[in-house]
């Protein structure tokens, strides 16, 4: 009997409903059972409820009599034996299983859902995995197939609703301030509370100790990003408030100037750089006119200020949109310096941290857990579970930082054996560019030529390691990566590990006179001119065609030779 109603009547309890039941005196159980499709009970008509019937939420009731069939169950306790038949004179099914399966689903599909809800993964995380493990273990496909979000998120809903009690919290806000300090006090985290006064409301800032060490050492470069709808009496006052508190602890868009108003207000200035994924987000829905957006896009990618600006304009020139053209002009003509990677050009750190990506993470692992619903203690116990696990992830990372080591297929042993004194995120990044050569050779590409390390790629010049370019070079032209040039590399990082890059800045030295202000914008014009050139020839190199590259290089030749002899007419002319 156990195996009957554990294993084999789960599979079809969607099919049949309750009719009647008997127990015997000997302990025998008899049950009969009709087609859901029967529908022998009315539909509730909520008449206690005592709602107008145009305010009810308008339900489809589902009709009655499509199918007839009924079967009898015995449960017999002497043989420990479970017989099941046909009820007299009951009819076939006139439907098929999936419509059934339509209609509801079976117990087996709602108690893998339920061991899934338990664990608190999100709504479509947890049906995929049923969907995938019942398809794929249970050969239940089939009866998986019509298993909805919504009615995942129902049952999670009623799994998880007991245990999540304790985060209402108190509907005192004072006492559920008090209760979330008293907590973060225990779990050995600084607390602070405040009030804002022009909106009479209170709040709570903290933070854990080993985060303001960071915050002090660190706290140059800033990452801020703010969430929402992690507890009932969040707004936009607090937040800002509790962002000035934590700026005193170190010097570290709208909400942004209210807690940096900067030297006018008489605070320090602070510079704000954008979020280029962020930025780029916007434009998607900003500018909707692709052509105009991928030249904006270019233009953030652009490490000149005048090849930025430049692009910028021909943006707004070829966008055949005067909305788009306004919007352009008003958000992103006076600010590059903002969102334009041109201006992080003299920093390695600033070039690999472009985005918030890794708090938006840390987020995004917060709001799976908060609620709207939650109380401060809620939120409390939400940020301090995330916090714990991302400062442990950090800690394992410290571990593996000189321990771990990384293997690869396809590249030379030789040149293994030298990444892998590295630390072993650095072991990541540099056996990415030696396989990177791999694809280079694929494409048809030659040896870069290059004879120094000097390459101005952005990964060479974000990581000031070697390239793909470099392990090009090195493969299959010029040795470059000798023993003494690796033990260079190794020496950058031999006493810190990403801290070297925030030393590593070259800051630029703006011109005095205004002679030298036009010499120096003369020198970059050249440049960014260089840089088009160079950018159009390995654009028209990567499409392997080698007569269009020849015929490009024949056109550039024809148009530089005479500009260059006519140069060098005149300065022989005038000597």
């Known amino acids: 009997m156990e195996v009957f109603n554990e294993e084999w009547w789960p599979l079809v309890s969607n099919i049949w409903t309750k009719w009647d039941s008997y127990k015997y005196v000997n302990g025998d ?22 709602v107008l019937n145009e305010k ?14 009924m079967i009898k169950i015995f449960w017999i306790a002497s043989s420990n034996v479970v017989q099941v038949e046909r009820h007299k004179n009951s009819p076939n099914h006139t439907h098929s299983l999936s419509e059934i399966d339509r209609l509801k689903r079976p117990k087996a599909i709602r108690s893998l859902v339920e061991i899934e809800a338990a664990k608190n993964y999100p709504p479509p995380a947890i049906t995929s995995a049923v969907k995938e493990y019942a398809t794929l273990e249970l050969d239940l496909g089939e009866c998986a197939r019509e298993l909805k979000r919504k009615e995942v998120t129902n049952i999670k809903y009623k799994i998880r609703g007991p245990t999540e009690t304790r985060f209402i919290g108190n509907s005192n806000l004072k006492s559920d301030i008090l209760e979330s300090v008293s907590f973060l006090t225990e779990q050995g985290y600084l607390v602070e509370n405040f009030r804002v006064s022009q909106r009479s409301t209170k709040g709570t800032v903290f933070a854990h100790p080993e985060q303001l060490k960071k915050l002090e050492r660190h706290g140059w470069l800033t990452l801020i990003d703010s969430t929402h709808k992690t507890n009932r009496n969040e707004d936009a006052d607090t937040v800002a408030e509790a962002l000035t508190i934590i700026r005193n602890n170190n010097i570290e868009a709208k909400s942004i100037k209210k807690t940096f108003p900067g030297i006018a207000a008489g605070e320090q200035e602070c510079q704000v750089l954008l979020c280029v994924v962020h930025v780029m987000r916007t434009w998607m829905q900003k500018i909707h006119e692709k052509k105009t957006r991928d030249i904006m896009i270019a233009a953030m990618h652009k490490r000149t200020k005048i090849g930025c600006e430049s692009l910028v304009q021909d943006a707004i020139n070829s966008c055949p949109v005067p909305s788009i053209q306004s919007y352009i002009k008003r958000n992103y003509t006076k600010n590059t310096e903002k969102w334009g990677l041109w201006a992080r050009q003299h920093s390695p750190l600033l070039l690999q941290v472009t985005s918030t990506n890794s708090l938006e993470s840390f987020h995004s692992e917060l709001k799976k857990t908060t609620s709207s619903s939650h109380g401060l203690i809620g939120a409390a116990h939400k940020v301090v579970n995330v916090d714990c696990k991302k400062r442990s992830e950090a800690e394992s990372a410290s571990f593996d930082f000189r321990i771990k080591k990384i293997s690869a297929y396809g590249v030379d042993g030789d040149i293994l054996e030298e990444i892998q004194k ?10 990415r560019e030696a396989c990177a050569v791999i694809n280079r050779l694929e494409k048809g590409k030659s040896t870069p030529g290059l004879t120094s390390l000097d390459c101005f790629c952005l990964f060479r010049h974000r990581y000031l390691l070697p390239c793909k370019h470099i392990f090009h070079e090195h493969m299959y032209g010029n040795k470059l990566l000798t023993t003494d040039v690796w033990q260079m590399f190794r020496e950058i990082f ?3 590990g990403f801290e070297v890059y925030e030393s590593r800045e070259s800051f630029i030295e703006y011109v005095q006179t205004e002679q030298q202000k036009n010499a120096e914008n003369r020198r970059i014009a050249v440049g960014e001119l260089t840089e088009r050139m160079r950018d159009r020839y390995w654009r028209v190199e990567e499409m392997g065609d080698v007569e269009k590259t020849q015929s490009f290089i024949s056109m550039l030749e024809a148009s530089m030779n005479p ?3 006519q140069f060098d007419n005149n300065s022989s002319g005038k000597t």
């Open 422 to 431: 590295f630390p072993f995120p650095f072991q990541q990044l540099i056996i």
């Open 29 to 50: 159980i008899r049950k009969t059972f009709a087609c859901h499709f029967m529908k022998h009970r009315e539909s509730s008509t909520r008449q206690k409820e005592n």
């Open 563 to 565: 500009i260059i002899l």
């Open 56 to 69: 009810r939420r308008i339900t489809r009731i589902r009709p009655s009599n499509i199918c007839s069939a």
């Open 494 to 496: 031999e006493e810190s």
